[in-house]
T-cell receptor, first 112, second 115 residues
């Protein structure tokens, strides 16, 4: 089955700096890669996703890149703000009605 | 749309008792997922259903856990008998199976404490 590895497990940045979280996946059949943000005590919520026919996707201060050959994808957050502090999860799926396999999460802390 | 609904939001029970968690997916969504989240193990998929049929239950930890989806608008996750190591937050999520990508919408979770 699919295996998703995520690094780093914790990340501390100064407000205004950029943050990068990296994930690798094992199953070349995976074609859908979402990122979820989970604030303390809340549910995971989708913030951005990318499909395998696209190499990069941007939405304001967040972007995701995908390298299918290397089987890795990354989340980039620019101009970080305190409200970006949360746990971020990457995931991989074969799409359709298939399950998501989640990474182990990255605790991002944005310091003033 | 009210989103995914889970009940109860919090459950405290004693070891050996039966626990039933409930989930109502978003109307029109065909896929339903049960997850367990702990600090030690992260976010684990327990089981998922497509069109009310269980597709993959390989994440169910042991026979004490069972899940049902009797119709498109309701699912239960039952633990019998419960043990302290079952303490966790249990999330239910649903997604529109027919879409080309399957964003999963999570419910608010049930925080289970087994004493």
């Amino acid at each position: 089955g699919e295996n998703v590895e995520q690094h780093p497990s914790t990340l501390s940045v100064q407000e205004g700096d950029s943050a990068v979280i990296k994930c690798t996946y094992s199953d070349s059949a995976s074609n859908y890669f979402p990122w979820y943000k989970q604030e303390l005590g809340k549910r995971p919520q989708l913030i951005i996703d990318i499909r395998s026919n696209v190499g990069e996707k941007k939405d304001q201060r967040i972007a995701v890149t995908l390298n299918k050959t290397a089987k890795h994808f990354s989340l980039h957050i620019t101009e970080t703000q305190p409200e970006d502090s949360a746990v971020y999860f990457c995931a991989a799926s074969m799409g359709g009605g298939n399950k998501l396999t989640f990474g182990t999460g990255t605790q991002l802390k944005v310091e003033l | 749309d009210a989103g995914v609904i889970q009940s109860p939001r919090h459950e405290v029970t004693e070891m050996g008792q039966e626990v039933t968690l409930r989930c109502k997916p978003i109307s029109g969504h065909n896929s339903l997922f049960w997850y367990r989240q702990t600090m030690m193990r992260g976010l684990e998929l327990l089981i998922y259903f497509n069109n009310n049929v269980p597709i993959d239950d390989s994440g169910m930890p042991e026979d004490r856990f069972s899940a049902k989806m009797p119709n498109a608008s309701f699912s239960t996750l039952k633990i019998q008998p419960s043990e302290p190591r079952d303490s966790a937050v249990y999330f239910c999520a649903s997604s529109p199976q027919g879409s080309s990508y399957n964003e999963q919408f999570f419910g608010p979770g049930t925080r289970l404490t087994v004493l």
